[in-house]
């Protein structure tokens, strides 16, 4: 469970998360300037993409 916020960028953009083999395990489209993810996941590495006009970023992340 965690909170992304997207200061300021009211624009559309993709939220995906991808585990360590390339898979998309979640994908949504949002507007919104805060979104929080609750998702059941298997412990292990996972990276977050988000891609919109504005911003074309990659975080990784661990879920134990």
Known sequence: NFTM???NDINTKTIE??????KVVFSQNTDRERIELDL???SGAY???IIS??????KKIIVQ
Request: net charge negative; glycine share 10%.
């Open 5 to 7: 916020v997207f200061e």
């Open 17 to 22: 998360v991808i585990d360590v083999m390339g």
């Open 47 to 49: 990276f977050v993409r």
């Open 40 to 42: 059941e996941l298997n």
């Open 53 to 58: 006009n504005q911003l074309l970023g990659v």
